[in-house]
């Protein structure tokens, strides 16, 4: 049976970002920067695991699990004619609209609406999902527009009943009461290859008591949005007209033209050069020429869109006067302020225009603070060590006594540079064994590993010091025992800096120095296109380094007598394709295996900005929750730590080109 054309949640979701997505949506011949397999994300912040949780708290609930729509709004329909009934994936739909809601549960002419969420929610600190001035706050938006459009579809469907609609969360204030709970909701696959959460039969009332999950009623902040105050911004049409609207033109399959705005940096629906000669259409590019009147060659030059660190209204504003291609704006457009911290280098503003300037100038130079630099490299002492931690945030605890959430550090890599200029792969630390809390033997071994001298450590970008903040707070209120927990405080504190809602304060002796902020102040390739990101900057200064193309020409890294590696052999990390350097990330083995070749591509391209947290972490998931061969986890282990070592292989090979360059 072929389905009708329904608006779903999922495509209420898309109009609310941009009613044109709506029409791109579905179509093969439109590329679509989003993964395939939704399970590779949902195993970065446990979404499924915590879907199935939730339905443990509602025993003897009924699944829906037929496919075809019209089936599940048939079976559907058949239960809540049951004057007490809980539905799982209950289908309900109107003409044009359709639902499929995680739990409703049914007693008499009531209705109770749960939808499940992943993102966290502390119910001890009575968080309000609204602003002092009356309005939601943005970051729970789109999760309130989720519910409020199921519950607006429930009443349209059947009006008879009394609707009252929930938001179901994991609470970052509840405490896991049993260890081994999030082994028990494990990731399989069925004959068809579709994948699902399997609950384990060892599930039983001690895990379930006191909950995890939070239930908060939405009812006042979905009145909020059918009335139209729940922002500032004014509303031309009601709710009702709005979802009518989308749904009238998504049935019909018409697009829907929007106008150009910040919004359309994050637009899916675009191609990458490599993706084009394979003759996908690219939404964005459709949406910019129709309103514009752009030509191709229009897109040849980068727009305000991809100005590093612009606000989003800057971004607008400029759109909406009409300057919009980069080399449009003018050193007005940005309020171009110095540094505030009393650091030397770059500021914000002055990177920005930097960006712009080049670029109207046609510069593809590079810019380097050659006499500040230098007198910052000076102050390091050697050796030096470089450090990158892989980390996941866990939905449901690995052990009693943890809260949801909770951070996990599962890996980190280590490099050292001598002071006479010997680089050599010096540790590494990874634990995947399922269910295990790694933290303490994480910083044990880090400790372990930088504590035999008094050299400068390097981070990149403030991730690692906000996870020893995490891990210190860790080892610091556990009622367990902990025999070294003094030492292991003492050793974060001496190399980190306490974070904003830290209870202590304090600045480490050898606090980490973060060379994203370095890079920022005092180095700028136009080659990375603004961004500041070590997989775009290693590469750029690979291209302009003779001394690191020579050097990393030879095969000598993870050779006898060249660089130690833990896991590489004689590799050669330059190779020049067409007189460019050959992204290094690029000559890695494939991470996953098993997933679509379209999926590996975005894995890999956006390796370091998926949910925050990366493909590493996706891949800490999988051994996590996923059942595989004993040879599949291996290889996985084995990619995770080549990925890992060149993390830090990259920031060495940063210092040794900026070294190069002054």
């Given at each position: 049976m072929i389905n009708r054309r329904?608006?779903?949640?999922?495509?209420?979701?898309?109009?609310?970002?941009?009613p044109t997505k709506l029409f791109y949506t579905g179509k093969p011949e439109y590329a679509n920067q989003e993964l395939d397999d939704k399970f590779l994300l949902a195993l970065a912040d446990g979404g499924f695991q915590v879907g199935e949780l939730a339905k443990c708290y509602f025993p003897g609930g009924r699944e829906i699990k037929a496919q075809d729509y019209q089936a599940a709004i048939d079976e559907t329909k058949k239960l809540l004619q049951l004057e007490e009934v809980t539905i799982f994936?209950?289908?309900?739909?109107?003409?044009?609209?359709?639902?499929?809601?995680?739990?409703?549960v049914k007693n008499g002419n009531q209705l109770n609406l749960y939808e499940v969420k992943a993102k966290s929610f502390n119910s001890r600190k009575e968080e309000s999902f609204v602003n002092q001035d009356g309005t939601l706050k943005s970051s729970w938006r789109k999760y309130l527009y989720d519910v409020a459009f199921q519950k607006y579809v429930i009443n349209q469907a059947f009006p008879q009943y009394t609707v009252s609609a929930y938001l179901m969360m994991p609470d970052k204030s509840a405490i896991?009461?049993?260890?081994?709970?999030?082994?028990?909701?494990?990731?399989?696959?069925?004959?068809?290859?579709?994948?699902?959460?399997?609950?384990?039969?060892n599930l039983n009332e001690a895990d379930l008591e006191p909950t995890i999950l939070c239930e908060v009623k939405v009812d006042n902040e979905c009145e909020m949005i059918y009335s139209n105050k729940d922002s500032n911004s004014i509303q031309l049409e009601s709710f009702k007209k709005r979802v009518d609207f989308y749904a009238d033109?998504?049935?019909?399959?018409?697009?829907?033209?929007?106008?150009?705005?910040?919004?359309?940096?994050?637009?899916q629906f675009h191609t990458?050069?490599?993706?084009?000669?394979?003759?996908?259409?690219?939404?964005k590019k459709e949406?910019?020429?129709?309103?514009?009147?752009?030509?191709?060659?229009?897109?040849?030059?980068?727009?305000?869109?991809?100005?590093?660190?612009?606000?989003?209204?800057?971004?607008?504003?400029?759109?909406?006067?009409?300057?919009?291609?980069?080399?449009d704006l003018t050193i007005a457009d940005i309020n171009i302020q110095p540094r505030r911290d009393g650091k030397s280098g770059l500021s914000m503003s002055e990177r920005q225009w930097l960006q712009i300037e080049k670029l109207k100038n046609k510069d593809a130079s590079i810019w380097i603070d050659r006499a500040n630099l230098k007198i910052e490299m000076e102050s390091w002492k050697f050796p030096l060590h470089f450090i990158?931690?892989?980390?996941?945030?866990?939905?449901?605890?690995?052990?009693?006594?943890?809260?949801?959430?909770?951070g996990i550090a599962f890996q980190f890599s280590h490099h050292i540079v001598h002071e006479n200029g010997k680089l050599e792969h010096f540790g590494q630390f990874l634990n995947t064994e399922r269910g295990v809390f790694p933290n303490y033997d994480f910083v044990r071994e880090l400790m372990r590993q930088l504590n035999n001298?008094?050299?400068?450590?390097?981070?990149?970008?403030?991730?690692?010091?906000?996870?020893?903040?995490?891990?210190?707070?860790?080892?610091?209120?556990?009622?367990?025992?902990?025999?070294?927990?003094?030492?292991?405080?003492?050793?974060?504190?001496?190399?980190?800096?306490s974070v904003n809602n830290s209870s202590e304060i304090w600045t480490g002796q050898r606090e980490m120095i973060d060379l994203w902020d370095i890079v920022k102040r005092y180095y700028y390739d136009p080659a990375t296109n603004g961004s500041n990101s070590i997989k775009h900057v290693l590469p750029a200064i690979l291209n302009n380094s003779t001394f690191l193309q020579d050097k990393y020409s030879k095969s000598i890294y993870g050779s006898v007598n060249g660089i130690p590696s833990f896991n590489f052999k004689d590799w050669k990390w330059v190779k020049i394709n067409n007189g460019k350097v050959t992204d290094p990330y690029s000559l890695l083995p494939k991470l996953f295996q098993n997933i679509s070749m379209r999926d590996e591509e975005i894995l890999s391209k956006n390796c370091d900005e998926i949910n925050n947290g990366g493909a590493a972490l996706i891949a800490y998931g999988m051994m996590q929750f996923e059942e595989m061969t004993d040879y599949e986890r291996a290889e996985i282990r084995n990619a995770l730590l080549k990925y890992c070592e060149l993390d830090t292989l990259a920031m060495a090979m940063l210092y040794e080109g900026l070294k190069d360059l002054i």
């Amino acid at each position: 049976m072929i389905n009708r054309r329904y608006l779903t949640k999922s495509g209420f979701r898309l109009a609310m970002e941009c009613p044109t997505k709506l029409f791109y949506t579905g179509k093969p011949e439109y590329a679509n920067q989003e993964l395939d397999d939704k399970f590779l994300l949902a195993l970065a912040d446990g979404g499924f695991q915590v879907g199935e949780l939730a339905k443990c708290y509602f025993p003897g609930g009924r699944e829906i699990k037929a496919q075809d729509y019209q089936a599940a709004i048939d079976e559907t329909k058949k239960l809540l004619q049951l004057e007490e009934v809980t539905i799982f994936e209950a289908v309900i739909a109107t003409n044009t609209l359709l639902i499929r809601s995680d739990i409703i549960v049914k007693n008499g002419n009531q209705l109770n609406l749960y939808e499940v969420k992943a993102k966290s929610f502390n119910s001890r600190k009575e968080e309000s999902f609204v602003n002092q001035d009356g309005t939601l706050k943005s970051s729970w938006r789109k999760y309130l527009y989720d519910v409020a459009f199921q519950k607006y579809v429930i009443n349209q469907a059947f009006p008879q009943y009394t609707v009252s609609a929930y938001l179901m969360m994991p609470d970052k204030s509840a405490i896991c009461p049993t260890d081994g709970l999030n082994q028990k909701f494990r990731v399989v696959k069925n004959a068809n290859g579709r994948k699902s959460i399997l609950v384990s039969e060892n599930l039983n009332e001690a895990d379930l008591e006191p909950t995890i999950l939070c239930e908060v009623k939405v009812d006042n902040e979905c009145e909020m949005i059918y009335s139209n105050k729940d922002s500032n911004s004014i509303q031309l049409e009601s709710f009702k007209k709005r979802v009518d609207f989308y749904a009238d033109q998504y049935v019909s399959d018409t697009k829907i033209i929007s106008q150009i705005s910040s919004v359309c940096s994050s637009c899916q629906f675009h191609t990458e050069n490599q993706v084009e000669s394979l003759g996908l259409l690219s939404g964005k590019k459709e949406c910019w020429k129709e309103s514009l009147g752009w030509s191709e060659t229009d897109f040849d030059c980068p727009t305000v869109i991809d100005v590093w660190n612009l606000s989003a209204e800057k971004k607008s504003e400029k759109i909406k006067a009409g300057r919009i291609k980069m080399s449009d704006l003018t050193i007005a457009d940005i309020n171009i302020q110095p540094r505030r911290d009393g650091k030397s280098g770059l500021s914000m503003s002055e990177r920005q225009w930097l960006q712009i300037e080049k670029l109207k100038n046609k510069d593809a130079s590079i810019w380097i603070d050659r006499a500040n630099l230098k007198i910052e490299m000076e102050s390091w002492k050697f050796p030096l060590h470089f450090i990158d931690f892989e980390t996941a945030m866990v939905a449901i605890p690995f052990n009693a006594g943890q809260s949801p959430y909770e951070g996990i550090a599962f890996q980190f890599s280590h490099h050292i540079v001598h002071e006479n200029g010997k680089l050599e792969h010096f540790g590494q630390f990874l634990n995947t064994e399922r269910g295990v809390f790694p933290n303490y033997d994480f910083v044990r071994e880090l400790m372990r590993q930088l504590n035999n001298d008094k050299g400068s450590i390097f981070c990149y970008s403030n991730h690692e010091n906000t996870f020893l903040n995490t891990i210190y707070r860790q080892i610091s209120t556990d009622n367990g025992i902990i025999d070294d927990r003094a030492a292991l405080c003492h050793f974060i504190k001496t190399i980190s800096r306490s974070v904003n809602n830290s209870s202590e304060i304090w600045t480490g002796q050898r606090e980490m120095i973060d060379l994203w902020d370095i890079v920022k102040r005092y180095y700028y390739d136009p080659a990375t296109n603004g961004s500041n990101s070590i997989k775009h900057v290693l590469p750029a200064i690979l291209n302009n380094s003779t001394f690191l193309q020579d050097k990393y020409s030879k095969s000598i890294y993870g050779s006898v007598n060249g660089i130690p590696s833990f896991n590489f052999k004689d590799w050669k990390w330059v190779k020049i394709n067409n007189g460019k350097v050959t992204d290094p990330y690029s000559l890695l083995p494939k991470l996953f295996q098993n997933i679509s070749m379209r999926d590996e591509e975005i894995l890999s391209k956006n390796c370091d900005e998926i949910n925050n947290g990366g493909a590493a972490l996706i891949a800490y998931g999988m051994m996590q929750f996923e059942e595989m061969t004993d040879y599949e986890r291996a290889e996985i282990r084995n990619a995770l730590l080549k990925y890992c070592e060149l993390d830090t292989l990259a920031m060495a090979m940063l210092y040794e080109g900026l070294k190069d360059l002054i």
